[in-house]
């Protein structure tokens, strides 16, 4: 860091030529401009450090030439870049704290410094001064607060699904497994009860030494047969005309359950002449039990491995089990566990969503958690904005010449946003939203995590029946 000290600045007219085309300054004289603003001149190397968080504050700084990045460093959080004409290290001076923040340059970067003693006699001779610092210390604070929401959003979230997750893990893993083991153990019992039927209700010329039931067993399809409901009804009525035909009760509720697997008047009528005529009754019922017995068992099964998958989705999610700092994701398997989260809502309004993965998509540095608030914000939107029945599109590419950068665009066909408020979707509070229905906070929040902490960013295209918001990221922070 070089430091020029600017003992007398009517010596440096040049210098009072570029202050006063600070806003802070512009409306000063050129006579209180050098009686009022007294300090140095420092010059700053790229990637040198201003300052770091939890400094002693003891000066105030005015950026004239390059561009002085602010960070967190939870999370690598930017809170926002300094570039020519911008003030800042008020906030500290006014409150008595340390430094809240890292200050590096980004580039090369001239600055004016004022000690604290000039800082104090400044803001206490110019009321001009004074009440664009104080504007300007509001909206440092606004953004701290919102920081800070964020934060505490996300720790909350991260608490509940810790919780959840760990309460739910152990009983939906017991309930897997007592499922499959239900699915063998019926299974098993089919082999050995069918082995004893087979030599009561076979007639004699059959070859029992085998598995004669063994075409049942070819026709079942426990996941379901597609078909159109007009067929299916038919052949119900079919079947359950057939089965009263041969003395079984309720013929009409067990020809729907052996329909759904496959089971039709021919199948079955061509079977039962192998069997004694005075066990078909007692087959027909028994079949049917047989059927409800596995579907109930895959219909468990499918719950428990659905359970099991969503606590999965929760805990990579929120990347509970790791440190929060930035590592190298999967953008899509990030994508996949927030459409897990949100399939409920997917499911309310009969959304389709269609993917549009591309091949090759590195893993890109970043920091998870947050990554998957910005699916959340970006689909939870694009739910809201669509009617029952709508389409989501997400596509993913890579973008740039480089290849260094990582696109992904979350497309919905809903109403679209009016292009007069458009360039006010990433303002904090600002929402389209019905009261009590939003917050303002979603699109800001996705914003600041994008630009800010990723160094990327996020777009808006919107027209009646087409709304793309595409984020775009480094691959490497």
């Not at 202050?19 to 000063?28: A, G, P």
Request: hydrophobic letters at 40%; one cysteine or more.
């Amino acid at each position: 860091m070089i430091v020029n000290e600017l003992k007398n600045m009517e010596l440096f007219p040049e210098l009072i030529n570029q202050i006063k085309n600070v806003d802070l300054f512009s409306e000063l004289s050129e006579k209180e401009m050098s009686c009022e603003i007294n300090g140095d001149l420092i010059e700053l190397k790229q990637g040198e450090i201003l300052f770091n968080e939890g400094d002693e504050a003891r000066h105030f700084y005015v950026v004239l030439e390059g561009t002085i990045q602010a960070y967190r460093i939870i999370n690598g959080q930017r809170l926002t870049n300094f570039t020519k004409g911008m003030t800042g290290g008020e906030v500290p001076l006014l409150l008595g704290t340390h430094h809240l923040a890292n200050c590096v340059a980004l580039t090369d970067a001239k600055l004016l410094r004022l000690d604290e003693k000039s800082f104090w006699t400044m803001i206490g001779n110019c009321e001009t001064v004074r009440t664009k610092i104080l504007a300007n210390m509001a909206e440092r604070m606004q953004q701290l607060q919102l920081l800070s929401f964020q934060r505490e959003k996300l720790i909350s979230l991260g608490t509940i699904a810790a919780g959840l997750a760990h309460e739910l893990n152990n009983p939906a893993s017991a309930a897997k497994r007592t499922a499959e083991n239900l699915s063998k153990t019926l299974h098993e019992f089919d082999i050995h009860s069918t082995e004893m039927l087979k030599w009561v209700m076979f007639k004699e010329e059959v070859n029992k030494e085998g598995f004669p039931f063994q075409p049942i067993a070819d026709i079942i399809q426990i996941e379901g047969v597609k078909m159109d409901p007009l067929k299916r009804s038919e052949l119900e009525d079919e079947l359950a005309d057939w089965m009263k035909e041969q003395g079984v009760e309720d013929p009409w509720n067990i020809a729907s359950t052996l329909v759904s697997v496959g089971f039709t008047k021919d199948n079955l009528s061509k079977f039962v002449k192998k069997l004694v005529s005075e066990h078909i009754t007692n087959f027909l019922n028994w079949l049917q039990k047989d059927v409800e017995m596995r579907l109930l068992a895959n219909e468990l099964k499918q719950s428990t491995t659905r359970i099991s998958e969503v606590i999965s989705a929760m805990r990579s999610y929120t990347y509970m089990d790791q440190a929060i700092e930035k590592s190298k994701i999967n953008l899509h398997e990030g994508i996949d566990n927030t459409l897990i989260i949100l399939n409920h809502k997917l499911k309310k309004k009969k959304i389709k969503v269609t993917k549009e993965y591309g091949e090759g998509i590195p893993e890109v540095s970043a920091y998870g958690s947050e990554l998957n608030q910005v699916w959340t914000n970006l689909i939870d939107n694009a739910i809201d904005a669509l009617a029952d029945e709508g389409n989501i599109r997400i596509k993913t590419y890579l973008d740039g010449d480089d290849h260094n950068t990582v696109a992904v665009e979350i497309i919905d066909n809903g109403t679209g946003i009016p292009k007069e408020i458009q360039h006010r979707v990433f303002e904090p509070f600002f929402t389209t939203k019905r009261v009590g229905e939003g917050t303002g906070l979603g699109l800001e929040i996705s914003h600041r995590i994008v630009v800010n902490q990723h160094h990327g960013s996020i777009d808006l295209f919107s027209e009646p029946g087409f709304t793309k918001f595409r984020v775009s990221l480094p691959v490497d922070l």
